[in-house]
Nanobody
């Protein structure tokens, strides 16, 4: 059974940084696509960043150059380093994972396993 436990959200001022973590279990990272999503109030979840089994990454245009997705296989933890945060980054952030099946990018939405979410609030 795949389990994802995300954490690390909080409140920061614009220009600040946060690192989100997602502790995972029940999956082999080499076969899974893992990703971070965010959800604005009243909106659908949108992909932010993804990392495949080989460590290749992909980012939404809105976060390129500011966010970095990474994975520590020894610690079974997925990260999202967020720098130069903007008020428009304020959202609930979720980690997600599913079999890679040859597709792993920030546009993929069909994930069967989700974390519980962690709130990020950026003030101006």
């Amino acid at each position: 059974q795949v389990r994802l436990l995300d954490s690390g959200g909080g409140s920061v001022q614009a220009g600040g940084s946060l690192t989100l973590s997602c502790k995972y279990s029940g999956l082999y990272y080499g076969s899974y696509c893992m990703a971070w999503f965010r959800q604005f109030p009243g909106k659908e979840r949108e992909g932010v960043a993804a990392i495949d089994g080989d460590g290749s990454t992909d980012y939404a245009d809105s976060v390129k150059g500011r966010f970095t997705i990474s994975r520590d296989n020894a610690k079974n933890t997925l990260y999202l380093q967020m720098n130069n945060l903007k008020p428009e980054d304020t959202a609930m952030y979720y980690c997600a994972a599913d079999w890679e099946d040859g597709i792993c990018n920030s546009y993929r939405i069909d994930f069967g396993n989700w974390g519980q979410g962690t709130q990020v609030t950026v003030s101006s």
